[in-house]
T-cell receptor
Framework: NAGVTQTPKFQVLKTGQSMTLQCAQD?????MYWYRQDPGMGLRLIYY???????DKGEVPNGYNVSRLNKREFSLRLESAAPSQTSVYFC???????????FGDGTRLSIL | AQSVAQPEDQVNVAEGNPLTVKCTYS??????LFWYVQYPNRGLQFLLK??????LVKGSYGFEAEFNKSQTSFHLKKPSALVSDSALYFC???????????FGTGTRLQVFP
């Protein structure tokens, strides 16, 4: 009964490095989302995928790319990390109606 | 454009007392309203939602929320707080496009023994 699984849980990068955050869900949900959480800012939507094969920009997409590999997996890539991308990243999925999000436990990313 | 406000960064309450965490919203058309809770080092967990119907919505762990259209509010309430309710609470709103759910900045609830 895993729900939404994110890897890695922690990561430290140097400015300019690249990395991919992985997310997988086992609830057969169509929609998947990537958010970032910063103090005093709440959660902000980076990208989302309403179904396999589609992706759309959210509120703060600059500096990120995503891939919906299949129905289960939705990855987030930082091509050239910047200190402003230091944050906690959450992946979420939702059912057909999109009403209720199910969240992973996050990836804590620090960029030096 | 839709928006949501949680005017209190922190709410302190004694165990056993009633608690209220405030949320106001702005959205074109009918709102879809949600409350989520976040415990330390965990993702957000769904508490309750208002889509349509009764203005008083009951959710997990004894929480409830009242939708007030005239005041554009959706305050979270619990009759008797527990120390284990201490966490970060997020209100969220969307219009019919629930992919574009907007989260508030969060309210930290501290329940003291």
């Amino acid at each position: 009964n895993a729900g939404v699984t994110q890897t890695p849980k922690f990561q430290v990068l140097k400015t300019g490095q690249s990395m991919t955050l992985q997310c997988a869900q086992d609830m057969n949900h169509n929609s998947m989302y990537w958010y970032r959480q910063d103090p005093g800012m709440g959660l902000r939507l980076i990208y989302y995928s309403a179904s396999e094969g589609t992706t759309d920009k959210g509120e703060v997409p600059n500096g990120y790319n995503v891939s919906r590999l299949n129905k289960r997996e939705f990855s987030l890539r930082l091509e050239s990390a910047a200190p402003s991308q230091t944050s906690v990243y959450f992946c979420a999925s939702s059912d057909q109606t999109g009403f209720t999000r199910h969240f992973g436990d996050g990836t804590r990313l620090s960029i030096l | 454009a839709q928006s949501v406000a949680q005017p209190e960064d922190q709410v302190n309450v004694a165990e056993g007392n009633p608690l209220t965490v405030k949320c106001t919203y702005s959205v074109s058309g009918n709102p879809y309203l949600f409350w989520y809770v976040q415990y330390p080092n965990r993702g957000l967990q769904f508490l309750l939602k208002y889509i349509t119907g009764d203005n008083l919505v009951k959710g997990s762990y004894g929480f409830e929320a009242e939708f007030n259209k005239s005041q554009t509010s959706f305050h979270l309430k619990k009759p008797s707080a527990l120390v284990s309710d201490s966490a970060l609470y997020f209100c969220a709103v969307s219009d019919y496009n629930t992919d574009k759910l907007i989260f508030g900045t969060g309210t930290r609830l501290q329940v003291f023994p």
